[in-house]
């Protein structure tokens, strides 16, 4: 009888053993997958900020980073949070982010966790207000002087967020920024099990509901340009009525769910300087 407890004890140690490498590998396989989502003392996109700046076009297009003014050409982007990089995030509506938690072994994110008190550390967030002074305008972005960085892979992965309100309401946009740039060698790799998607919301227990990307291109929001002249793009931004002043809250973030926000977007830098042109649309 002590022959056979010897032996089963002897089994029982082996099969706790097993059963703890088994879960070492497991939990050492998947930390590898999504060890980059969680960067603490590790670098990701780092960010120059820069002053923003408004073109007059053909009305009096002014901006300033307060309410009340005062308005000029030109003024000091000022950031809610003083973000040292910018860390993958996920949204749909720029009022609730999400960061990944955990990924299986394959890398594809399967828990994610809130991220609404994290935004002004892991993304650019500010707000800027606008003014049309002697007539109605249109508002679109002035490509000559917005810039949002040149590095391929950053302008791939990063998202441009704005909340806009004026007179006419409140509306949400959210811009990817191929348009800036070259973006056609940046890496991919799927990180999510569909492609085109955002977190909109989870459970629980971290589970994610995805729904359809809603960015979209930066280039028909462009102001055209013929000399010092500024032309109606595809798409306007805004319509301020003579002296309104609007808000305008944005978001630079890394967009989590992106196929090109993988490791090598890490260590990049980028630049923020907002830039703005006002079209006259004949309303007085």
């Not at 800027?128 to 810039?147: G, K």
């Not at 989870?202 to 102001?223: F, K, L, N, R």
């Amino acid at each position: 009888m002590r022959f056979v407890d010897s032996e089963v004890v002897k089994l029982k140690k082996q099969l706790k053993l097993t059963i703890f490498w088994i879960l070492f590998l497991i939990i050492a396989a998947v930390g590898t997958t999504y060890a980059w989502f969680t960067v603490t003392g590790m670098p990701s996109t780092n960010i120059t900020p820069m002053a923003g700046t408004v073109s007059e076009g053909d009305t009096n297009l002014l901006i300033s980073n307060s309410y009340g003014g005062p308005f000029d050409k030109t003024c000091e982007l000022v950031f809610s949070g003083n973000p040292g990089s910018l860390r993958p995030l996920s949204t749909a509506d720029l009022t609730h982010f999400y960061r990944s938690a955990a990924q299986n072994n394959e890398g594809i994110t399967v828990l994610y966790a809130n991220a609404d008190n994290r935004v002004d550390q892991d993304a650019l967030h500010g707000t800027v207000y606008l003014q049309c002074q002697n007539a109605s305008c249109d508002v679109y972005f002035n490509r000559d002087e917005l810039n949002l960085g040149s590095d391929a892979q950053a302008l791939a992965a990063m998202r441009l967020g704005m909340r806009i309100t004026s007179s006419a309401g409140t509306q949400t946009l959210i811009f990817r920024l191929d348009d800036m740039g070259a973006t056609g060698g940046a890496q991919s790799a799927r990180t999510i099990a569909s492609a085109g998607s955002v977190v909109a919301s989870i459970a629980g227990s971290g589970e994610p509901v995805y729904t359809s990307d809603p960015s979209q291109g930066i280039g028909g929001y462009m102001a055209q340009t013929n000399g010092n002249a500024y032309n109606p793009g595809s798409q306007k931004l805004m319509t301020l009525q003579a002296e309104e002043v609007a808000t305008v809250e944005y978001w630079l973030y890394l967009e989590g769910c992106d196929d090109q926000c993988i490791n090598p977007v890490q260590n990049r830098a980028s630049q923020l300087r907002l830039a703005f042109a006002g079209v006259d649309n004949g309303s007085r």
